[in-house]
């Protein structure tokens, strides 16, 4: 199990938008931007591999409305 979600568990069962939980990680954090231009009803898929029981910390924005959906494996 991952690091985050033994912490989440151990904080007793609250979701994740009402308690923030921070675990240690074994390695350093690494930062990477990416950018990403689209045109009206353009699409775009990101991937991004981790392995079991690796964590990512992501943010992102948008200069106009869009559609975003998000699925994990």
Do not use: C
Not at 5 to 30: C, E, R
Not at 58 to 72: D, L, N, Q, V
Request: positive net charge; proline residues 5%.
């Amino acid at each position: 199990m991952g690091r985050q979600v033994d912490a989440l568990n151990k904080a007793g069962g609250a979701s994740a938008s009402q308690t923030a939980i921070i675990a240690s990680q074994p390695k350093p954090f690494h930062h990477e931007t990416v950018e990403f231009t689209l045109q009206p009803k353009e699409s775009l898929e990101y991937k991004y591999r981790l392995d079991k029981g690796q964590s990512l910390l992501y943010a992102w924005k948008s200069t106009a409305p869009i559609e975003m959906r998000f699925a994990g494996r």
